[in-house]
């Protein structure tokens, strides 16, 4: 049997910051290949891709995640070297340790220990895995998808290991993700002495009505699955470094995590619509990072992991649609049921990220007890 916590130190011990993989996917391609997987290697531009595959006759479930890790920050600042896997007071740190190779570990793990008990089961299963989830998300999990779209190859289900806990493993399973709209705005103004206002423009005065009405509006009031949608400043600059210029133009970066209540087009008219009421003379870039996705929470895939969470935990699990954007924006938009499930996030992308290694233990357990429930599930419907 794998070994779920032994298979996380060895992925955190290799120090793949985005994008690269330096060979975890060749090690999990080793463990999938034993297990009857064909593994594709999937390389474009500088991300390196795996897509694995089990194909039996029933529907196929994949799991999904990244190797890629965000860089550490400061070595001296880390309770251990965060490339060292070091197990401490029954917790696991490293780099990567929550976010997210200790998911993939339990995948592996909970996929061998399923596969030994129910060797000749009818469900097919399938690994995507990328190398650039934590990077520009371009050449990774979106890529692989358009490349499986022309081969038409389709999977109906999939599970990315997102570290979605909050205070217990499985506490919380995210059964989709807001929208993310970003914004560049230029505000154009006239550069000038700062004792001759009347001869300049001052692009901070004009836009300060409009970015008080900006943040004061509310968008809406957010649905049954979605809290409401948010408009944040992230950076704001102006001036030339003196003291006595008035600035000739004003920058802002913003964005915008919206629900299923709002379209992208929607708001971007919203936003127009105030820049032009208050008379400003600006421009305006858009980036859409991500739409709003959601797997309802009486689908197959929610009820049969919330059953297993269930059986293990002895707690129903909450739904969320909050957090960042994830590759699940992707994978939804092929039509498939999409879930994220994984260890606690309270200390993803932070100095001394660790996961608690009896959480590995029972996240495998939740896994492998979704395999199983699959499993009935499609040998259910053969019989039919």
Not at 57 to 65: E, N, Q, T
Request: charged share 20%.
């Amino acid at each position: 049997m794998i070994d779920p916590v032994k298979l996380a130190q060895h992925l955190i011990r290799i120090p793949s910051i985005t994008p690269e993989d330096r060979g975890c996917q060749e090690l999990l391609a080793s463990h999938l290949e034993e297990l009857d997987f064909t593994c594709e290697r999937m390389p474009i531009e500088e991300v390196t891709n795996l897509w694995a595959t089990r194909r039996r006759s029933g529907p196929m479930l994949v799991f999904a995640g990244h190797t890629d890790v965000v860089p550490t920050g400061p070595l001296e600042d880390w309770r251990h070297p965060p490339f060292d896997a070091v197990i401490e007071d029954g917790r696991l740190y490293g780099r990567g340790a929550a976010d997210m190779k200790g998911s993939i570990a339990c995948f592996v793990a909970a996929t061998a220990r399923f596969l030994t008990e129910y060797p000749h089961t009818p469900l097919s299963l399938g690994y995507l895995i990328t190398s650039d989830e934590e990077g520009p998300a371009v050449h990774g999990t979106a890529a692989v998808l358009a490349r499986l779209a022309e081969r038409n190859e389709r999977f109906e289900y999939c599970l990315v290991g997102e570290p979605s806990s909050v205070r217990r493993v499985g506490d919380e399973i995210k059964n989709g993700r807001r929208g993310s709209l970003s914004g560049s705005l230029t505000v154009h103004g006239v550069q000038g002495h700062i004792a001759y206002p009347h001869l300049a423009e001052n692009p901070v005065h004009t836009f300060a009505p409009a970015l008080l009405e900006l943040t004061e509006t509310e968008w809406d009031a957010g649905n049954d699955d979605f809290p409401p949608t948010s408009f944040q400043i992230s950076n704001i600059s102006a001036g030339t470094g003196a003291t006595n210029v008035i600035p000739g133009h004003l920058t802002v970066e913003f964005n915008f995590r919206f629900s299923t209540e709002q379209t992208p087009e929607g708001l971007q008219e919203k936003v127009h619509a105030i820049l032009d009421r208050h008379g400003l003379k600006y421009d305006l870039d858009w980036s859409l990072s991500g739409l709003p996705f959601l797997t309802e929470r009486d689908s197959l895939l929610t009820r049969l992991t919330a059953r297993a969470i269930e059986d293990i935990t002895g707690h129903a699990p909450a739904f969320s649609t909050g957090g960042g954007t994830s590759d699940g924006r992707f994978i939804a938009r092929t039509g498939a049921q999409v879930i994220e499930l994984g260890p606690l996030n309270a200390t993803i992308h932070k100095v001394d990220e660790h996961v608690g290694v009896d959480d590995l233990t029972t996240l495998t357990d939740i896994y492998h007890r979704l395999l199983i429930h699959f499993h009935h599930a499609v040998e259910s419907d053969h019989a039919e």
